[in-house]
């Protein structure tokens, strides 16, 4: 992960240009005590059969909910 893209693992190819969102579970809490994650929304610029890069357009962290993430 860098600050413009996130390279991950897919189960499946996905399209060049697709618009998607990954979500990461972040290692730090908020306020020592609320998990986080990581909610990026961009698109695929390369995909081969199990690794997807993305550009990221953008970002937020958000907390767990009643019912997790």
């Given at each position: 992960?860098?600050?413009?893209?996130?390279?991950?693992t897919?189960?499946?190819?996905?399209?060049?240009?697709?618009?998607?969102?990954?979500?990461?579970?972040?290692?730090v809490?908020?306020?020592?005590?609320?998990?986080?994650?990581?909610?990026?929304?961009?698109?695929?610029?390369?995909?081969?059969?199990?690794?997807?890069?993305?550009?990221?357009?953008g970002?937020?962290?958000?907390?767990?909910?009643?019912?997790?993430?």
């Open positions: 992960m860098s600050s413009n893209g996130v390279l991950f897919t189960e499946q190819a996905l399209p060049q240009g697709k618009s998607v969102v990954l979500e990461i579970h972040w290692p809490l908020l306020d020592e005590a609320k998990p986080l994650k990581l909610v990026t929304r961009g698109h695929i610029v390369w995909c081969d059969t199990l690794t997807a890069a993305m550009r990221i357009e970002w937020e962290f958000r907390t767990h909910g009643p019912n997790g993430f």
